[in-house]
């Protein structure tokens, strides 16, 4: 058991989504804090903040307006101060391109939306309690993409 609560953040601009999430996280057995956050664009600005603490994973939704999750991605890998988070997309989208383009782009998991509630909270169950030090070093695509 983590001695301090995982500190999660999402971006999602779906209200229901950031709902949904919520509710599921309470329902998984492990001390968190939860941020949310409309859209990328207000997520990069607390990242970017130099007085804010940083999460320990982030969960980016892809199609976002103002700022996509591949751009908050991007710039998150492309920080020295962001680029160790551990970084979780979720989306609604099962495009191969979108998979192989956030593997690419230095993602840690892909987590397609499951519609049921159950499903949701096996997923972020299995998220959280992976061993992320071991997985970010030896990422490969066979691991990528959670499936249930």
Not at 18 to 34: G, P, Q, S, T
Request: glycine letters at 2%; charged letters at 30%.
């Amino acid at each position: 058991m983590r001695p301090t609560p995982l500190h999660i953040m999402l971006a999602d601009d779906d209200e229901d989504d950031r709902l949904f999430f919520k509710e599921a996280f309470e329902e998984v057995k492990i001390k968190y804090d939860i941020s949310t956050f409309n859209d990328g664009e207000q997520l990069m600005e607390y990242l970017s903040d130099p007085q804010n603490s940083l999460p320990d994973i982030v969960f980016l939704d892809l199609n976002m307006p103002r700022k996509s999750g591949m751009e908050c991605l991007k710039e998150i890998r492309s920080s020295d101060r962001l680029k160790r988070i551990s970084v979780a997309i979720y989306s609604t989208s099962s495009s191969e391109q979108d998979i192989e383009d956030t593997f690419v782009a230095g993602a840690n998991v892909y987590i397609k939306k499951p519609n049921d509630f159950n499903m949701l909270k096996k997923v972020l169950s299995d998220v959280v309690h992976i061993n992320w030090q071991y997985i970010v070093d030896g990422l490969n695509k066979d691991s990528f993409i959670l499936s249930l």
